[in-house]
């Protein structure tokens, strides 16, 4: 009976000292998540997100705050398709220079094709946005024979305001980013970060690109103009040709000519011939009657 008691008294210490055991191991996990967290075998090497220092954190992109209240402004653009005939296209193109020099505008291209039938003068140019500018020159082209003239417009607010906004939040994130590489001594944390900055730099090049494009586009009016001479008659074209048809001309009547001639010439002999045979028929058909 002793015996058993002290078996049971045994036991139940080890069962006391086991409990305790872990007990004291779950209050170690618990007190040392604070220095090494899951994943990461030493502090170093924590991303930079979870860096415990006075800047707190790498920024990220973000886009305006709901309290930033900012005047939105149209951005229409607008894009004019003229076609303009004339004996003297270039002399058009230059007096067309010169108006949209006095107004402000430049020329964005221009291209001459000419060839022996006509004459062809491409224009690409821009003016200042303004309704009297776009009044004014279109009463100076009208005074040209208009063929046609269309007018294409496209609001691009939208498009706009969207690059703004984004580039407004990667310039923001790139500032950021620079103040923490200042602050930062970590070799991982400063390549993380040169990274980021390179990719930053590279979507701002063709964000920038597309904001001039969309603000060229709508500060000015594009104008898309064509000049260009009346068509000549092929016969015209070639001077070669126009010879040769002159010949075959002067050949055809020269012809018509030695017919007429032949036929003066002809026609008495014709008659000759027509007399001589009726006489030779008959008298050949009465001398067979006598015989």
């Known amino acids: 009976m002793k015996k ?47 860096t415990e220092t006075a800047t707190a954190s790498i920024p990220t992109a973000t886009g305006p705050t709901a309290t930033t209240v900012k005047e939105v402004v149209q951005r229409l653009k607008k894009d004019y398709y003229i076609t303009i005939q004339d004996d003297d296209p270039i002399k058009v193109a230059s007096d067309i220079k010169s108006q949209i020099s006095s107004m402000g505008g430049y020329v964005v291209s221009e291209n001459l094709d000419r060839s022996e039938r006509r004459i062809v003068y491409y224009m690409e140019f821009r003016i200042p946005n303004t309704l009297e500018n776009e009044q004014k020159l279109g ?25 703004m906004a984004e580039i407004e939040s990667l310039e923001t994130e790139k500032k950021q980013l620079l103040e923490f590489y200042n602050l930062s001594k970590d070799v991982n944390d400063l390549i993380m970060i040169e990274n980021r900055i390179a990719s930053i730099n590279s979507r701002l090049n063709y964000l920038y690109l597309q904001k001039d494009y969309y603000e060229k586009t709508t500060n000015y009016i594009t104008y898309h103009v064509t000049i260009e001479s009346k068509e000549k008659p092929v016969f015209e074209v070639d001077t070669n040709f126009k010879a040769t048809i002159y010949r075959a001309l002067e050949i055809l009547l020269g012809m018509i000519n030695a017919g007429i001639v032949l036929l003066i010439v002809g026609s008495p002999v014709a008659l000759l011939l027509i007399v001589g045979k009726k006489i030779y028929d008959r008298y050949h058909v009465k001398k067979k009657g006598e015989g």
Not at 25 to 41: E, P
């Open 4 to 50: 058993n008691m002290k078996l049971l008294g045994v036991l139940i210490v080890m069962v006391l000292i086991f409990l305790a055991g872990i007990i004291y191991i779950g209050g170690l996990f618990k007190t040392g998540g604070a220095t090494y967290q899951k994943g990461y075998s030493k502090p170093s090497s924590r991303p930079l997100y979870a």
């Open 139 to 163: 009463s100076f082209l009208n005074a040209y024979n208009v063929k046609s003239l269309r007018l294409e417009t496209q609001d691009v607010t939208s498009q706009y305001n969207q690059i």
